[in-house]
C-alpha cells in the first residue's frame, strides 16, 4: 500500500462525519427560529422590567391562561418547571453617608405599593420620584439619572422607578417629620 492509498482511505473515513447540505439547512434554521424566540422573549421582558405598569403586555399576552400554557410548554420541552423558580423581592439600600445610600445594582425599586405624587428636578436632589406608600410615609428618592414612572402612577413593591450612578438620595418622611432608615425599616414591618 503506498501513500496514495492511505490518503485516499483517510478521506474515505472522513466523509462519513462531514456535515451534508441537507443537515446543516435543518441546523441552519433550527438556530434561526431559536434566535428569533429569544429576541421576542428578551423584549418583552426587557418591556416588562422597563415599564412595569404596561398594560398590554400583563393583560393580554401574561394572562393567566397564557401563562399557564406557556409554563407547561416550557416544562415540558425545556426541562424545568418554571413555577419552582422563587424571585427575591427583598429590597435593600447600604447606607453611605447622610441621605445617601447605593444597591447592589443601579436599579431604584419602591419598598412597597403606594401612589407617585412628585417627578421633577431640582438643584440637590437632580431628578428625584416622591412616593406615597400605603403606610402614609413618603419616600423622595434623588439623583435618578432615568425615570420610569410618572406622577400619580400607582406602584406596587420592588417596582423599578428608575436608575442611578453612584449613589442615590433618599428622604423618608412621615407626615411633617423626617425620619431615618432604619426607622422606615421598622415601619415596613
Known amino acids: 500500500m503506498n501513500d496514495l492509498d492511505e490518503i485516499r482511505k483517510r478521506i474515505n473515513k472522513r466523509r462519513g462525519k462531514i456535515l451534508t447540505d441537507y443537515h446543516f439547512t435543518k441546523l441552519y434554521n433550527a438556530m434561526t427560529k431559536l434566535m428569533v ?3 421576542v422573549g428578551l ?5 416588562v ?7 398590554y403586555i400583563k393583560d393580554y399576552i401574561l394572562n ?3 401563562y399557564e400554557t406557556i409554563s407547561l410548554w416550557i416544562s415540558e420541552h425545556i426541562f424545568f418547571s418554571v413555577n419552582d423558580m422563587n424571585v427575591s423581592t427583598n429590597i435593600s439600600y447600604t447606607h453611605v453617608s447622610d441621605n445617601y445610600y447605593t444597591s447592589s445594582s443601579n436599579e ?3 419598598f412597597d405599593n403606594g401612589r407617585v405624587i412628585y417627578v421633577g428636578e431640582q438643584d440637590i436632589l437632580g431628578n428625584y420620584v416622591t412616593v406615597l406608600l400605603a403606610n402614609g410615609v413618603e419616600v423622595t428618592y ?8 410618572s406622577a400619580y402612577d ?3 413593591a420592588a417596582t423599578i422607578l428608575g436608575t442611578y450612578d453612584d449613589r442615590l438620595i433618599m428622604i423618608f418622611t412621615k407626615g411633617d417629620n423626617e425620619i431615618d432608615y ?4 421598622e415601619l415596613l414591618s
Open 37 to 39: 424566540i429569544m429576541i
Open 43 to 47: 423584549a418583552v421582558l426587557s418591556y
Open 49 to 55: 422590567k422597563i415599564s412595569p405598569n404596561g398594560t
Open 64 to 66: 393567566s391562561d397564557y
Open 108 to 110: 431604584v425599586l419602591n
Open 142 to 149: 434623588g439623583q435618578m439619572n432615568d425615570i420610569f414612572v
Open 154 to 156: 400607582s406602584v406596587e
Open 182 to 185: 432604619s426607622s422606615f425599616l
